[in-house]
């Protein structure tokens, strides 16, 4: 039989003895804490007068080193724009990307620039930084220059007007700046030392006028290579030599082609390999391998940077293809329209639109304003009416010559025009300062070139006003439309729009019923 457990009752007394008073080396009766800090005190002391001026020595630099990180944790409440450089622990870097909306993916990722003058940049290079005007890196800059500074391959998304020009021209400029003069000379017929590539002719000659403004100060020679221009000038001056080639893709072949493939331009090629060679391992990550490989010899890896302001998955796979473990910088909301932007949607017919434009025009829109449409002679065709009207208006579209492009961008950026209308070809990476509106006559055939377009309106933290007109005919883009509009905190999607059935679902997605609403015919 099992013998039952006595139970304590809650009256019952127990007696506790208090055994630390009486252990040995110390009195009862007295502050036991108390006796050990007056024992440590005296054994501390007598430690003291045995040590030698040389442990001494070491004991006091271990004490200020304590006291320092002491002093340094108390501190660490402040916010990280009161800490200096050295002062700033992980936390704070990471409060810095919040504050500045940095996400990065990738290994190895070096802390952003909190101001120019606190980073390592050459006095030279900051003196035409200033020069330019730039007073503080946006946050594009902040986090992709000392990427690029490490020669390290980058994909950058972030909104437009962000300042990406300046974020891989920057590390550029640093880079061919450091190579010996005496190198530059005796290689400056063999062709570049970069290649900038865009997709418009009107985006390259932009990139062309920021890299001259900061490459010329530093005597570094810049040749645009693209359509409408002489390509006898354009090949007579890669023959002169150059350090940097800005180019549209399809010309840059042909010039080659045109110049035979000489050994002149053979670099250039060399430089747009089918794969991109370096290393897909760790060494590919860290700085100071690729440092080395770029400082040492004349066969180096190609360090390769893509900036864009949309970047759908399936393009980022196709990057990847021709980068190695490239470190992937995200501005705020990535591929999304401006938060600053308001956008603003109307459904009509195709035959409402001429009507519903003039009422937006003459409400009062402070100029410049764009007008988008899809087709070159459309463009033509309004642009001609708006003129006969009274207004102000220039074309922009690839039907157009070089001079005739450039004619109508610098009328508009003077204010001898008022509105410019245009194709896609203006959608991308142009830059027109304080654009009131951006107007989308005809709706954009996908969301990717809907938030190019919108991107010209709101440039460097302005706010601005996009407005699209629909037709049943856009329904194919309406479901991204409405996820856009709902997404922007400034804007307010029209009933119209978010009941409309096809903005309810993705195309292409297959809507199954479920099982309790299916009719079953007996």
Known sequence: MKKRRRTRHLNDRKFVFEWDLYRRGFIAGIDL?????????????????????????QEELRLKKVRKKEAKQRWDDRHWSQKKMDEMTDRDWRIFREDYSITTK????????RNWKE?????????VIEKCGYKDPTPIQRQAIP?????????????????????FLIPLLVWITTLPKIDRIEDSDQGPYAVILAPTRELAQQIEEETIKFGKPLGIRTVAVIGGISREDQGFKLR??????????????????????????????????VTNQKPDTDDAEDPEKMMQNFESGKHKYRQTVMFTATMPPAVERLARSYLRRPAVVYIGSAGKPHERVEQKVILMSEGEKRKKLLDVLASGFEPPIIIFVNQKKGCDVLAKSLEKIGYNACTLHGGKGQEQREFALSNLKAGAKDILVATDVAGRGIDIQD??????????????????????????????????FLTKE???????LKQAILESPVSNCPLPLANHPDAQHKPGTILTKKRREETIFA
């Open 106 to 113: 990738g290994g190895k990722i070096p802390n952003p620039i």
């Open 240 to 273: 002169m030599g150059c350090e940097i080639v800005i180019a549209t893709p399809g010309r840059l072949i042909d010039v080659m082609i045109d110049m035979g493939f000489e050994p002149d331009v053979q670099k250039i090629l060399e430089y747009i390999p």
């Open 435 to 468: 654009v009131s509106m951006v107007l989308n006559y005809d709706m954009a055939k996908n969301i990717e070139d809907y938030i190019h377009r919108i991107g010209r309106t709101g440039r460097a933290g302005k706010s601005g006003m996009a407005m699209t």
């Open 33 to 57: 804490k108390q006796q050990k800090r007056d024992q440590s005190r005296f054994y501390g002391d007598l430690m003291e007068k045995r040590r030698t001026l040389e442990e001494k020595e």
């Open 474 to 480: 856009d329904s194919s883009v309406f479901y991204d």
């Open 147 to 167: 990427i690029g500074l490490q020669n390290r391959d980058i994909i950058g998304v972030a909104e437009t007007g962000s300042g990406k020009t300046a974020a």
């Open 119 to 127: 980073y390592s940049l050459p006095p030279h290079i900051l003196e």
